[in-house]
């Protein structure tokens, strides 16, 4: 990797050269893979990414380009091939400020380094989770077990004297499975991550997450089908949280918002949601998939309200595109890697709890349904949400499972729906949500909720 030094004099050649602003972004990543089936390795990968992406700013144009060449030499190139993109280079020339060391604090930090037992470990792991998969008491027709491990550094610089280095560290094992007899069978994927080390594997959490997924997924096999119709849903704790992914979070990102695609432009300081709704996004969260100590732009994470009792009150904002709304970084500038630019995302988004009671959410309703796990979805001014388990509720209890149910529908009118927010939250293992710069890891999730009238989509 090129010395501080040398990044600083990359950042004042871009700077006399006259950009506006110059980041360096440099990433030292290395990712291990172990596949299972049928209690046999079908390969183990290891693989090294390493490399520099260097983003230059001219007001609002933004100039991005990348390389696996982190030598001075290399990069001195790279410099030289944006600057000739650049469509303005008329502001006066400027040194930049010397580079100074950040300070953050790691919310994930490291136990159990992952080369701690080498590959061996890894591939016990793998073979156990399809194990504990094949022993769960669920007919299976295929199943399937991929075990990996992420070990990512980055080292962001800028011309305005920030030198921020972060470790994001996860371990991860992906279970593949068909549930189902000779009259049909279901197809499902389930993770079980941490962003930590091998201490992941130091307790029985991920063989009860294994045999959960599985349970959920024979359930929803031998449901009945639902028609659709609009009806009162309830959504359990936890993961069903991704309601808030979807409904919202995308299009209170600035991004959306500079670009008019979102129903909140214009919104910050009005009522947008039911007064029982506070939306939080933290990326400063100990034990979460979505954490760090800073973001790609290397600023540090910080705890965002953005929905206070209905409220409206702050955007998701990078650099680039606050500075287009009006608004400042708030430490949500993420990238997948070296070969994009950053923009404004989510992290950990979760409602915060209510006061309400989590049984009475049912047992005051006619009929409606209860949904216990959720699946994939859109986000978007309109959402949808694939559920994975759900139930009807008759006469105040949870009655039949049903399957093939989605969720859907425009955000600010659901959250204006929301007339019940439990007081018990309850986290989730996290997964990737894909944008403009990427696939990032991102947790969401909520205490119980109610709404009291959505589309549900069914069979008929």
């Known amino acids: 990797m090129i010395s501080r030094d040398e990044m600083q004099q990359i950042l004042e050649y871009t700077q006399a050269k006259g950009a506006g602003f110059s980041e360096l972004f440099l990433e ?35 100039i991005y380009t990348y390389s696996n060449d982190v030598s001075l030499k290399g990069l001195m190139t790279l410099a030289d091939e944006a600057l000739a993109l650049l469509s303005d280079r008329s502001q006066s020339a400027s040194r930049g400020k ?47 077990v991929t075990y990996s491990d992420t070990d990512q550094r980055v080292w962001i610089a800028n011309s305005e004297g920030v030198l921020a280095e972060d470790r994001r560290v996860n371990t991860r094992a992906r279970v593949y499975y068909t549930v189902g007899d000779e009259k049909g069978g279901l197809y499902e994927w389930a993770d079980f991550v941490k962003p930590s080390g091998m201490e992941a594997w130091e307790t029985d959490e991920w063989e009860i997450f294994i045999r959960e997924r599985l349970r959920s997924s024979y359930v929803s096999l031998k449901a009945e089908p639902l028609n659709s119709g609009s009806m009162p849903v309830v ?29 909140f432009i214009g919104k910050i300081g009005h009522q947008v949601a039911s007064s029982k709704v506070t939306l939080i996004d933290d990326g400063t969260l100990p034990g979460l998939y ?16 953005l929905i206070e009792e209905g409220v409206l009150k702050n955007y998701l904002c990078d650099r680039r595109h606050g500075q287009m709304i009006g608004m400042e970084s708030n430490g949500c500038g ?22 309400d009671d989590e049984e009475e959410m049912i047992r005051s309703l006619g009929e409606g349904l209860y949904v216990k796990r959720l699946g994939g979805g859109s986000g978007g001014q309109i959402f949808s949400l694939i559920c994975r388990e759900a139930y009807l509720i008759k006469n105040g209890q949870i009655d039949r499972p049903v399957r093939n149910c989605m969720l859907t529908g425009n955000g600010l009118e659901i959250m204006k729906k929301i007339d019940r927010v439990g007081s018990k ?12 710069s990427g696939l990032v890891n991102v947790t969401s999730f909520q205490p119980r909720v109610r709404i009291a009238e959505m589309v549900v989509g069914g069979e008929g």
């Open 28 to 62: 030292d990543r290395s990712d291990q893979e172990a596949q299972c089936e049928q209690q046999r390795i079908q390969g183990v990968k290891s693989l090294r990414t390493y490399g520099a992406g260097l983003r230059l700013l001219q007001g609002t144009e933004e």
């Open 98 to 144: 010397r580079l100074k060391s950040a300070v953050g604090v790691n919310p994930n930090p490291v136990r159990r380094k992952l080369n701690e037992s080498g590959i061996s470990k890894k591939i016990k792991i793998a073979k156990a989770a399809e194990r504990i998969a094949m022993s769960a008491g669920v007919p299976l027709l295929t199943h399937r």
């Open 235 to 263: 959504l359990e704790a936890g993961d069903c949280g991704a309601l808030w992914h979807e409904c919202c979070g995308h299009t209170l990102e600035a991004a959306a918002i500079a670009a008019g695609s979102s129903d």
């Open 290 to 305: 979505g954490s760090s100590a800073f973001d790609d732009e290397g600023r540090l994470r910080q705890r965002n309200v």
């Open 334 to 355: 993420r990238r997948q890697d070296y070969t994009y630019a950053p923009t404004s995302r989510m992290s950990n988004t979760y409602l915060a709890p209510g006061t």
């Open 425 to 436: 939250i309850e986290t989730e293992y996290g997964s990737f949500c894909g944008a403009a």
